[in-house]
């Protein structure tokens, strides 16, 4: 080979390279997420990042308190069943949930925060026990 074709390739190796270590970077776990690149990673408006947000709250003031560990199929939107994850979160939300597409916003919103509040919270939670030790 020649000296310049050998060059080339040394660079495209390196940008290669270079392109690997953003990514792996990018996809290295750094914790909590904002609520900005929540909102970018799950494509919400802004209706719906402001509903993440009360429901966030809602998690911590009031679901949390009560049950620390939730049933089997939670995340189920069921409407016919006397004590489900869905009647409660509604009850306790009352002004706050849009009263159009409940069944989208469940969906798309409601239980993507509540899986992710109720994982970050259980590891503060954790946290807070192995210091006490």
Not at 75 to 103: F, G, H
Request: with cysteine; charged share 35%; glycine share 2%.
């Amino acid at each position: 080979m020649r000296r310049d074709e050998l060059i080339s390739k040394i660079k495209e190796q390196e940008k290669k390279i270079r392109d690997l270590k953003m990514k792996l970077q990018n996809s290295k776990d750094t914790g909590r997420q904002s609520l900005k690149n929540i909102r970018l990673d799950q494509d919400w408006n802004a209706e719906e990042t402001i509903f993440a947000e009360a429901v966030g709250q809602t998690m911590k003031c009031f679901l949390f308190p009560r049950y620390k560990f939730l049933k089997i199929g939670w995340e189920e939107y069921w409407l016919d069943v006397k004590n489900s994850l869905l009647l409660v979160m509604e009850e306790a939300m009352k002004r706050k949930q849009p009263q159009t597409k409940k069944w989208e916003m469940w969906e798309r919103v409601t239980v993507y925060t509540i899986r992710l509040k109720y994982s970050s919270m259980k590891c503060n939670i954790n946290n807070v026990i192995k210091m006490a030790r």
